[in-house]
């Protein structure tokens, strides 16, 4: 079993940053390496794909139109990935959601199939952007 959390969410002004934890816990972290992903939906919107990052942090996936502005990272040794989000926008506001699920590498298929096939989900963490 895995579990995840995330925390960090708030409101910001346009422009600012922000930067977003997601903490796995639970026995199935024990000898598994793990992609970790950020999602968000934004209100009245259908959720998207924003990141992942693989166990070893080498590999990496941006959605194409946050690439620049968002840094994905983790900490092994606290088993947290970490979302740096800065230049925020109005249309950046929206629940992020973090995902964990075994693997090894990231890419824009791996995020996609992580989207439906996953070993933990969190509750999400708001983000409101305000100008």
């Known amino acids: 079993q895995v579990q995840v959390v995330e925390s960090g969410g708030g409101l910001v002004q346009a422009g600012g940053s922000l930067t977003l934890s997601c903490t796995a816990s639970g026995s199935g972290l024990r000898g598994h390496s793990y992609n970790m992903a950020w999602f968000r939906q934004p209100p009245g919107k259908e959720r998207e794909g924003v990141s992942c990052?693989?166990?070893?942090?080498?590999?990496?996936y941006y959605a194409d139109s946050l690439k620049g502005r968002f840094t994905i990272s983790r900490d092994n040794a606290k088993n947290t990935v970490y979302l740096q989000m800065n230049g925020l926008k109005l249309e950046d506001t929206a629940m992020y959601y973090c995902?964990?699920?075994?693997?090894?590498?990231?890419?824009?298929?791996?995020?996609?199939?992580?989207?439906?096939?996953?070993?933990?989900w969190g509750q999400g963490t708001l983000v409101t952007v305000s100008a």
């Open positions: 990052i693989s166990w070893s942090g080498g590999s990496t």
């Open positions: 995902a964990a699920a075994r693997g090894s590498f990231c890419s824009r298929k791996v995020l996609a199939d992580m989207e439906h096939t996953f070993d933990a």
